[in-house]
C-alpha cells in the first residue's frame, strides 16, 4: 500500500514540476505587458543612441537617482533614449528642462552619462 501512495505522490511532483518546466522555459508565466517591455528593451539595446558624445541637448528631468558615489543623478530621456545627468543644482525638480552635454555612453550604449550646463 505504501508504495503504491509513494507512487502515485512521486508522479504528481513529477507532472507539476515538468508542467512548471514547460512553462518557465516557453515563457508561460509572463504576462503580455512583461513579454511587450522585453521586446522593447531588446529593440532598444541594438538600436543606435540618438545622441553623440559632446551633443548639447535640451531635456526635461523624468526623476532622480542615486549614483554608486552617492551623488544624486537626474534621469532625462532623448527620443526615449536614458541620459543621466551629472553635477545637477540641489534645487532642481521633477520636470525642469535643463541643458546638458553628453559625456558619455555606458558599455552596451543603451543610456548615457551627461553634465548639467544651465536651465533652459
Known amino acids: 500500500m505504501l508504495g503504491v501512495t ?28 512583461q513579454r511587450e517591455s522585453y521586446e522593447r528593451h531588446k529593440d532598444a539595446q541594438q538600436r543606435e543612441p540618438p545622441v553623440d558624445i559632446g551633443d548639447v541637448r535640451e531635456v526635461g528631468v523624468q526623476e532622480f537617482s542615486e549614483h554608486h558615489s552617492g551623488e544624486q543623478q537626474a534621469v ?22 535643463l541643458e546638458v552635454k553628453v559625456l558619455s555612453f555606458n558599455r552596451g550604449h543603451t543610456s548615457a552619462t551627461a553634465t548639467f550646463v544651465a536651465r533652459a
Open 6 to 33: 509513494s507512487l502515485v505522490l512521486g508522479l504528481i511532483v513529477f507532472v507539476l514540476f515538468g508542467s512548471w518546466l514547460v512553462r518557465r522555459f516557453r515563457g508561460g508565466s509572463q504576462s503580455t505587458a
Open 76 to 97: 532625462c530621456k532623448i527620443e526615449g533614449f536614458v541620459v543621466f545627468v551629472e553635477d545637477i543644482p540641489s534645487d532642481v525638480a521633477v520636470g525642469d528642462v
